[in-house]
């Protein structure tokens, strides 16, 4: 199995000199395809960030008619294919349907340009942070926020103050690999949005037009730079642990 | 000062009776019930965390049932302390009086005075995750009495604590209280802590407050079965324990505990002032005089003897009354009947020193 995983990328990165990566690299529509991908995977985190982070407390913390539902919606971006989740997402933000008129109105328009990579992506990986934010949340003890509370801070001082600083490397961590599953999304972003391309449909795209020599360089670089988000990842993820107080095993 | 008025609070099949009672400024109140009867229900209506089903919650002439918990000014002091763990022990301490713009120099003298009275002081700098159980419950003592409370509201306390270090904390909560006066609810189902801490126990039972007053005079007279039951402690006196001058080691547990009208011998390395408890199953009754290794050795006479199933209770008139239980068979072999003179003796380890 270990074989099956290492193989097929070592035997790509070793076929393809350093010389020929450097060269490729310096193409304007390769480092801009990469500087796409990260900026697009970084606007669709902090959208994630700003509407996903709520979510997640409201999940953690309160019980409502259909919360079931709403934790399975969640999870159910994972699961489906990702030309699938490509298609559903133009029947609503293309021009032609509601949200692409919606959207029209404020001069955002998704289809081939970059707010549809934004959205593709986000689809896609914003699972990744809501689960991880939720979990957060809920390893902090409600009573923990009711001392802050009999302390004098408002609910919302409190959730700044004490539940956000604690579940902060859970979103941390939840965030970061929204980044990365966002950065490597490709069936979504392809459907929504050919042009500009993003590295993943550039690699595509140099492979159908001028066959596998070509498209390597191109995916050596993309996995290079995932494989520097992944080693972020885990630095972040491997830190020293939060200080937590005893009490959370009696 | 707060008073509850009527309050009631019910949650599934739980169900809390409503309640009136008045806090006496200053006081240190002690609500003594078994698990899983309420107790801390009442302390999180009081703080404002649980809603009551009806009845209202006073502070002098104003109404706080509708307040949020943090317009309340009530200290929270949990079981297992519940420190904020990404803060150091002078910023969990720091955490009320800055959200309350107390100046900076009465936050640094309200923190010293704390911190001295806690001993805590060289641990200030560090994060409540290294800290011992008792350390980290004089921390959270610490964090409540800074914002200087209405009241403060202590849920079992003491409980999470191994034996040395909950003896101790508990001495410390009574001269803290005793320097401070903050007026204090502590439940908890331990007499113990009751005794050696309240100004004034109450008696909660599935919801509802049976009896309040002196402990000693609810523990000595519990006004109906269900308090007996609970706290069921015959034979319970007050006093005050001395130990023999002597250097001696293998005397050295052994002392006097003094009582109105009667002195027993009893082991503990406790001074002073105490409380002390024998169990009625534990004295031997004769009808003659003998001579035994026990270090404890009465006469008296029988006020009464009452069946309960298959033991008997029997009161014995010595130098203080004496409760004994014996088996039905023995009260009948011996036919004990009251008026009758009789030896009570127990030993100095039967008798418990608190």
């Known amino acids: 199995m270990v074989l099956f995983l290492l193989l097929p990328l070592a035997t790509m990165t070793l076929s393809v000199s350093p010389k020929l990566l450097y060269t490729t690299l310096l193409e304007e529509e390769v480092w801009r395809a990469i500087l796409l991908s990260v900026s697009s995977g970084l606007w669709a985190t902090f959208f994630g960030l700003l509407f996903g982070v709520p979510l997640a407390y409201v999940l953690a913390r309160h019980r409502f008619p259909g919360k079931r539902i709403v934790n399975g919606l969640v999870d159910l971006p994972v699961v489906i294919p990702h030309t699938a989740a490509g298609i559903a997402l133009l029947s609503v933000f293309g021009r032609k349907f509601y949200g692409g008129k919606l959207f029209g109105l404020l001069g955002i328009n998704f289809v081939g340009a970059e707010p549809g990579i934004v959205i593709a992506m986000m689809f896609g990986s914003v699972p990744f942070l809501v689960n991880a934010a939720r979990d957060g949340f809920m390893a902090v003890d409600p009573r923990m926020e009711q001392v802050a509370q009999s302390l004098g801070a408002s609910p919302w001082k409190t959730f700044l103050t004490i539940t956000l600083p604690l579940a902060r490397r859970n979103i941390l961590t939840g965030a970061m690999l929204m ?7 490709f069936g979504a972003v392809f459907i929504l949005v050919y042009h500009p391309m993003v590295a993943p449909v550039l690699a595509w795209n ?4 001028y066959g596998l020599d070509y498209a390597r360089p191109v995916a050596v670089l993309l996995l290079i730079m995932c494989i520097l988000v992944f080693l972020t990842l885990k630095t972040l993820g491997m830190g020293k642990p939060a200080p937590r107080s005893r009490a959370d095993t009696p | 000062m707060i008073r509850l008025d009527q309050l009631s609070l019910k949650i599934g099949s739980f169900q809390l009776e409503p309640l009136d009672f008045q806090f006496r400024p200053g006081e240190y109140f002690v609500l003594l019930g078994p698990t899983g009867t309420g107790k801390t229900s009442i302390l999180e209506l009081i703080a404002g965390i649980k809603r009551p089903t009806s009845g209202r919650i006073w502070r002098d002439a104003t109404d706080i049932t509708d307040w949020p918990s943090e317009r309340r000014n009530i200290g929270f002091v949990y079981q297992d302390y519940l420190l904020f763990p990404h803060l150091t022990v002078r910023e969990n301490i720091l955490y009320g009086m800055k959200l309350r713009k107390v100046p900076e120099a009465i936050q640094r003298e309200r923190l010293q005075r704390l911190a001295g009275l806690l001993r805590i002081e060289h641990l200030l700098d560090g994060h409540p995750g290294r800290l011992s159980g008792g350390e980290q419950q004089r921390t959270a003592l610490a964090r409540a009495l800074a914002i200087e409370p209405e009241i403060l509201l202590l849920d079992e306390p003491l409980s999470a604590l191994d034996p040395q270090t909950k003896s101790h904390l508990q001495q410390e909560l009574r001269q803290i209280h005793q320097e401070l006066k903050t007026t204090t609810l502590h439940v908890t189902h331990n007499f113990e802590e009751a005794l050696n801490l309240a100004d004034r126990v109450g008696i909660l039972h599935h919801g509802r407050l049976l009896q309040v007053g002196d402990p000693v005079e609810v523990f000595q007279q519990p006004n109906c079965r269900q308090v007996a039951e609970f706290i069921g402690m015959e034979n319970l006196f007050e006093g005050t324990v001395t130990h023999a001058s002597t250097s001696n080691l293998e ?16 082991l503990t390395d406790r001074h002073g002032k105490a409380h ?12 003659d005089a003998f001579d035994s290794s026990a270090a404890n050795s009465f006469r008296g006479t029988i006020r009464e003897v009452s069946d309960k199933r298959i033991i008997s209770r029997v009161v014995v008139e010595t130098p203080v009354p004496l409760v004994v239980y014996v088996t039905r068979t023995s009260r009948q072999r011996m036919q004990l009947k009251a008026g009758q003179d009789v030896n009570v003796i127990f030993k100095a380890s039967a008798v418990h020193v608190f």
Not at chain 1, 179 to 185: A, F, K, L
Not at chain 1, 206 to 209: I, K
Not at chain 2, 254 to 266: D, I, L, M
């Open chain 2, 251 to 266: 005397e050295d547990c052994n002392a006097v505990f003094t009582t109105s009208g009667a002195e027993f011998v009893v």
């Open chain 1, 206 to 209: 140099r492979f159908e037009t």
């Open chain 2, 276 to 287: 002390a408890c024998i169990r009625p199953e534990e004295i031997i009754l004769s009808t």
């Open chain 1, 179 to 185: 980044w990365s599953r966002g950065i490597s999304e």
